[in-house]
Antibody, heavy 119, light 107 residues
Framework: EVQLVDSGGGLVQPGGSLRLSCAVS????????MNWVRQAPGQGLEWVAV???????YYTDSVKGRFIISRDISKNTVYLQMNSLRPEDTAVYYC?????????????WGQGTLVTVSS | EIVLTQSPGTLSLSPGERATLSCRAS???????LAWYQQKPGQAPRLLIS???NRATGISDRFTGSGSETDFTLTINRVEPDDFAVYYC?????????FGQGTKLEI
């Protein structure tokens, strides 16, 4: 059974930093496109970032230069380092991935972790 | 970036009716890489359809995806009470993925 467990959210002041973690079991993070997707309160879904099996990364424009997606293959865990946080980054952050290699749709989702950016 | 526009914003139906949800892309979606998701309050989204028309594991055949290039449709036949939720389309044909803004299916 595939499980993604998101953690690391919390309350942070504007300009601060936070690191989210996604612990994965049932699949190997180095063989899938691993993603972060967020959802602001009462709003729709927004894709944030992806790390490919080969290690390449892409980001949505609003987080480029501030967020970094990475992984630790030995721990089968994906991370999202969030710097220079803004109030508009407040959202539930989900880790998500496909059930197939080289595919960017999301068959598996974590439970989400809430990030609140406020003074 | 490909912009996805979903319509209508809200769809009001009764159980047993057919729901037709639209997703229009600002440019052609590469390699049929278009997916649909269902989300209920307080839950993570659930994959319904990938590759325009391929139902995910365990998804009822009442859900059908269709379309091509820039126009896509999710049809839900004989809507059931459990189907009332928000539905999102997503394209994954470029290195920057995007979602539509969602359609709320309500009673």
């Amino acid at each position: 059974e595939v499980q993604l467990v998101d953690s690391g959210g919390g309350l942070v002041q504007p300009g601060g930093s936070l690191r989210l973690s996604c612990a994965v079991s049932g699949l190997t993070v180095s063989t899938k496109y691993m993603n972060w997707v967020r959802q602001a309160p009462g709003q729709g879904l927004e894709w944030v970032a992806v790390i490919y099996g080969g290690g390449g990364t892409y980001y949505t424009d609003s987080v480029k230069g501030r967020f970094i997606i990475s992984r630790d293959i030995s721990k089968n865990t994906v991370y999202l380092q969030m710097n220079s946080l803004r109030p508009e980054d407040t959202a539930v952050y989900y880790c998500a991935t496909s059930d197939q290699s080289y595919r960017g749709y999301f068959a598996y989702w974590g439970q989400g972790t809430l990030v609140t950016v406020s003074s | 970036e490909i912009v996805l526009t979903q319509s209508p914003g809200t769809l009001s139906l009764s159980p047993g009716e057919r729901a037709t949800l639209s997703c229009r892309a600002s440019q052609s979606v590469s390699s049929s890489f278009l997916a649909w998701y269902q989300q209920k309050p307080g839950q993570a989204p659930r994959l319904l359809i990938s590759g325009i028309s391929n139902r995910a594991t365990g998804i009822s055949d009442r859900f059908t995806g269709s379309g091509s290039e820039t126009d896509f449709t999710l049809t839900i036949n004989r809507v059931e009470p459990d189907d009332f939720a928000v539905y999102y389309c997503q394209q994954y044909g470029t290195s920057v993925y995007t979602f539509g803004q969602g359609t709320k299916l309500e009673i």
